[in-house]
């Protein structure tokens, strides 16, 4: 039975983002993709809403709560290593249900989550400034009472939903990291430059989202760049699902089996 517990790997997590360099935290969407990944020496493990839900044959924002924290839970008591979640808006607009997210995930044994500032309303798919750097300041307080860390992660999602803007995106994430954000992060930045300009901008660390073809670089790059920590969203679910999709194919169209020399 192991002998790490929710504090070591919540510690671990946090000296994960202190030390020098870059780090890869894949994304499994089960416990069995979470045994794999971790057996392949990564230090650090994230859920994706996006892969857990398709996962269950459902849609991103498919889920409920209940079902993104029993997901997580699973991922966390798999492996020994930390684990943070998508916890998407903190599945309610008010800072206080924000909050109690928060205390959720922390209760699931969780090392981190993040909370993003996407309303997931049409006509209004980004919160106003404001109202984002309040419901991360309630995200904080609830880490914060927890006794032991929760790395808070602080996401705008300004080039998300059709508003590429980096001026209004450095705005946000220096208002989530004045508001007690312990990570920060910009999915879909759509170049290098704007990576190197996020991270001179901000002075906590900064997550990395690569998934999105044409707008993911190499490790290499990111670090010079001065990105802390790079995320792989559902691109690794994408690449074990078209490898069943392409062995599927061959067994219905061929009548082969080829796919089983693939090692």
Same mark, same amino acid.
């Given at each position: 039975?192991?002998?790490?517990?929710?504090?070591?790997?919540?510690?671990? *997590?946090?000296?994960?983002?202190?030390?020098?360099?870059? *780090?890869?935290?894949?994304?499994?969407?089960?416990?069995?993709?979470?045994?794999?990944?971790?057996?392949?020496?990564?230090? +650090?493990?994230?859920?994706?809403?996006?892969?857990?839900?398709?996962?269950?044959?459902?849609?991103?924002?498919?889920?409920?709560?209940?079902?993104?924290?029993?997901?997580?839970?699973?991922?966390?008591?798999?492996?020994?290593?930390?684990?943070?979640?998508?916890?998407?808006?903190? *599945?309610?607009?008010?800072?206080?249900?924000?909050?109690?997210? $928060?205390?959720?995930?922390?209760? !699931?044994?969780?090392?981190?989550?993040?909370?993003?500032?996407?309303?997931?309303?049409?006509?209004?798919? $980004?919160?106003?400034?404001?109202?984002?750097?309040?419901?991360?300041?309630?995200? !904080?307080?609830?880490?914060?009472?927890?006794?032991?860390?929760?790395?808070?992660?602080?996401?705008?999602?300004?080039?998300?939903?059709?508003?590429?803007?980096?001026?209004?995106? $450095?705005?946000?994430?220096?208002? *989530?990291?004045?508001?007690? +954000?312990?990570?920060?992060?910009?999915?879909?930045?759509?170049?290098?430059?704007?990576?190197?300009?996020?991270?001179?901008?901000?002075?906590?660390?900064?997550?990395?989202?690569? #998934?999105?073809?044409?707008?993911?670089?190499?490790?290499?790059?990111?670090?010079?760049?001065?990105?802390?920590?790079?995320?792989?969203?559902?691109?690794?679910?994408?690449?074990?699902?078209?490898?069943?999709?392409?062995?599927?194919?061959?067994?219905?169209?061929? #009548?082969?089996?080829?796919?089983?020399?693939?090692?």
């Amino acid at each position: 039975m192991s002998m790490t517990t929710v504090a070591d790997k919540a510690a671990l *997590f946090r000296q994960l983002h202190a030390r020098s360099g870059v *780090f890869v935290m894949p994304n499994p969407w089960d416990a069995g993709s979470a045994k794999l990944l971790a057996g392949l020496g990564f230090e +650090a493990l994230a859920t994706s809403s996006a892969a857990s839900a398709m996962s269950m044959g459902r849609t991103d924002y498919q889920l409920t709560l209940d079902d993104a924290l029993a997901h997580a839970r699973a991922i966390v008591e798999a492996t020994d290593l930390p684990v943070s979640a998508d916890l998407e808006n903190g *599945f309610g607009h008010a800072p206080e249900v924000v909050a109690q997210t $928060i205390r959720l995930a922390g209760e !699931v044994g969780l090392a981190g989550g993040s909370i993003e500032d996407a309303s997931q309303q049409a006509g209004e798919p $980004i919160y106003p400034l404001s109202q984002a750097a309040e419901r991360v300041a309630a995200a !904080v307080e609830a880490a914060r009472s927890m006794g032991r860390p929760f790395t808070l992660t602080a996401r705008a999602e300004n080039f998300l939903n059709g508003r590429p803007d980096l001026d209004d995106t $450095i705005r946000r994430l220096q208002a *989530f990291e004045a508001a007690g +954000a312990d990570v920060l992060f910009a999915p879909g930045l759509p170049s290098l430059d704007a990576v190197k300009t996020v991270c001179s901008a901000v002075a906590k660390p900064v997550s990395f989202m690569v #998934g999105i073809p044409g707008k993911s670089f190499s490790v290499a790059e990111l670090e010079a760049a001065g990105v802390k920590r790079i995320s792989l969203a559902t691109s690794l679910y994408r690449a074990a699902m078209n490898g069943l999709k392409a062995a599927a194919e061959e067994i219905r169209r061929d #009548g082969t089996f080829g796919y089983l020399s693939l090692r």
